[in-house]
Each structure stands twice: as structure tokens, then as C-alpha cells.
């Protein structure tokens, strides 16, 4: 059953902790994506990956890291440098087809990331 | 910069009416625009991608239209029901290249549809 999975469901970060999200894919995807998405508003690109090993910062990528060590995983950590971590995060993959115009965008399920 | 923009921010219907929704952006050079629909605390399912060369697509009820010169898409729900209920978010890709997977988003439309 292929797909996109994220981990955990909810997490809830105490002041001046490191929490780190999980997204795995089992769909071959060469690209993955890490969105932010705070209530009433849309997503916004923290950062992304066109290939292992390579990654690149998006339009909010201040107080966030990444890895991409292998092709199935993208995890997402949020520093205590990151003030107003308390969102909806989702991690998203996708194929480079022939053409960019057929490129699809496939999302996992969400982490709700909560401020003790 | 590209920008992306929703209106109506939530509608509400009575069940079996067909609505519209819109989705305007302000660079018409896109490669595709896509729609999706987000649940309540769920990830986003995509619902249609429109390529540039296409004026529209169609799955099931969904009807969804592209037109780049004036900078607008919409997408068309026929005899709405209560499970279509969710937000619908329409995206597009940047133009300066590269990965197109990087989206630029609208804030979406909350649809309520009432039995």
C-alpha cells in the first residue's frame, strides 16, 4: 500500500527542545517537501529535496532542519530557535515526469505540533 | 512574485446544488495549477491537476477549468452532498524553474454543504 506516512499524529514541544518529525515514503519519489499550515492560512515551504543527499531552503526556513540521508525519508526537526513552532505540519513527495507540467504532489497525513 | 488568491474564504450550500469555486493567480505563466481538498486535521488529496495547454478536467462530478490569460481557475462541484464538505486549496508551481513541486498556495474555501 503505497504512500506517504508522517509521524507521530501530535507532538508537543517543551521551551528550548529539539522535536524532530518523521516522513516516510514508499512511493519512489525522487522530490520530497516539508509545508507549514497555521489556521486560516495556506501552506508555506519550509524546505525541500530534489535528491538524496541534497536539500534546499524554502520561503520560511528559519529555525528548522533537515536531512535527506536516504530516498524513502525526510525528517523535519524543529529547533528551539524556532519561536512559533505551534502549526500543522505536512511532508509531501513527488515524481518528475517527463514533462514539470505533469509533476504531482502527494501529502502525507499531518503532525500537529503543540508549545507546552 | 506569484500570489494566490481564494474568494469566497467559506461558502455554504444546501445539499444537491451546484457551486463554484475560484482560484486567481497574478503571473498567468504557470505549468499546471492543481486542486486539492483538505479534511479537517488531515493531509491535502489532489483532487485535479490542469496542465497549461489544457482548458479543463473532469473527474466525476468535478469539473475543473483553466484560463491563463486572465489569470483564474475554478472548480465546479455538481449536486453537491454532505461528504463534499471540507477545503479546497488550488496550487500552483513557481515559474522560475526548477522543482515544481515547491507550490504556491491560496488560503482555500471552506465549503459546508447541508443536508
Known amino acids: 500500500d503505497g504512500g506517504i506516512t508522517q509521524s507521530p499524529k501530535y507532538l508537543f514541544r517543551k521551551e528550548g527542545q529539539n522535536v524532530t518529525l518523521s516522513c516516510e515514503q514508499n512511493?519512489?519519489?525522487?522530490?520530497m517537501y516539508w509545508y507549514r499550515q497555521d489556521p486560516g492560512q495556506g501552506l508555506r515551504l519550509i524546505y525541500y529535496s530534489q535528491i538524496v543527499n541534497d536539500f534546499q531552503k524554502g520561503d520560511i526556513a528559519e529555525g528548522y532542519s533537515v536531512s535527506r540521508e536516504k530516498k524513502e525519508s525526510f525528517p523535519l526537526t524543529v529547533t528551539s530557535a524556532q519561536k512559533n513552532p505551534t502549526a500543522f505540519y505536512l511532508c509531501?513527495?513527488?515524481?518528475?515526469?517527463?514533462?514539470?507540467?505533469?509533476?504531482?504532489?502527494?501529502f502525507g497525513s499531518g503532525t500537529q505540533l503543540s508549545v507546552l | 512574485k506569484q500570489e494566490v488568491t481564494q474568494i469566497p474564504a467559506a461558502l455554504s450550500v444546501p445539499e444537491g446544488e451546484n457551486l463554484v469555486l475560484n482560484c486567481s493567480f497574478t503571473?498567468?505563466?504557470?505549468?499546471?495549477l492543481q486542486w486539492f481538498r483538505q479534511d479537517p486535521g488531515k493531509g491535502l488529496t489532489s483532487l485535479l491537476l490542469?496542465?497549461?495547454?489544457?482548458r479543463e478536467q473532469t473527474s466525476g462530478r468535478l469539473n475543473a477549468s483553466l484560463d491563463k490569460s486572465s489569470g483564474r481557475s475554478t472548480l465546479y462541484i455538481a449536486a453537491s452532498q454532505p461528504g463534499d464538505s471540507a477545503t479546497y486549496l488550488c496550487a500552483v508551481p513557481p515559474n522560475y524553474g526548477g522543482s515544481q513541486g515547491n507550490l504556491i498556495f491560496g488560503k482555500g474555501t471552506k465549503l459546508s454543504v447541508k443536508p
Open positions: 509531501a513527495s513527488s515524481h518528475r515526469g517527463r514533462r514539470l507540467s505533469d509533476e504531482k504532489l502527494f
Open positions: 503571473d498567468s505563466a504557470i505549468y499546471n
Open positions: 490542469i496542465q497549461s495547454s489544457q
Open positions: 512511493l519512489n519519489h525522487d522530490a
